[in-house]
């Protein structure tokens, strides 16, 4: 069983980063062999809009994004963490999503199969400074979309406002034992 964790915030050991990590130790305790990609560590451009991807699922802009496509093929569980910035994902979070168009046209255009394991599962967490309940609901939205492009079934969010400094979040014990389970639930279900 492999989870991927995908971090988009910029802040390495923010509140993302903290909440992220402790999902993974949640699905690690279920048996799962986790990885952390941060996508600000990457090096890869927005999506270029070509007028036509190849066929076969992939995408013609070569860079860090193919490494990151053949890592959330062979993950079971996906687990997409971003801070809200402007009401939506980060702005890494969201560049990374949009470079799955190759994918979302393979899917829905050309009906090309990117072979990933059955039963594929995604979940999702969220931070923000302020506590509008819409804004994570239009982070969420994005989200499911990306989740039913690359073919895994939305299992499990968690969102938690008010914290806008980094490591704001550790003030909050309650959400640490909710977050752990989420990445438990993920592998078990
Ligand atoms: C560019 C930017 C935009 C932000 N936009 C919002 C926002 O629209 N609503 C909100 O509640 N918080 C907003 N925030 C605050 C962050 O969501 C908050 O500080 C969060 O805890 C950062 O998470 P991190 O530590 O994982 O990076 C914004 C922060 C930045 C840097």
Not at 38 to 44: C, G
């Amino acid at each position: 069983m492999k989870v991927l964790g995908i971090n988009g915030s910029p802040r390495k050991g923010g509140n993302t980063d903290i909440l992220l990590e402790e999902a993974l130790k949640g699905a690690a305790s279920s048996g799962a062999e986790c990885e952390k990609i941060m996508l600000n560590d990457l090096h890869f451009s927005a999506c270029q809009e070509c007028a036509r991807p190849p066929d076969n699922g992939n995408c013609v802009v070569d860079d860090d994004m193919q490494a990151v496509y053949k890592k959330v093929d062979m993950a079971n569980v996906v687990i997409v963490a971003s801070p809200v910035f402007f009401g939506s994902l980060s702005a890494q979070t969201k560049m990374m999503i949009d470079r799955f168009q190759c994918r979302w046209r393979a899917k829905y255009v050309t009906g090309f199969v990117n072979s990933t394991p059955p039963g594929k599962k995604g979940a999702f967490i969220s931070v923000s400074a302020g506590d509008k309940k819409e804004y994570f609901d239009n982070a969420a939205s994005i989200i499911k979309n990306f989740f039913a492009t690359v073919g895994a079934v939305y299992t499990g969010e968690l969102f938690c406002a008010g914290l806008e400094n980094k490591g704001d979040v550790l003030k909050c014990s309650e959400i640490f034992n909710a977050v752990f389970k989420l990445g438990q639930k993920a592998v078990k279900n």
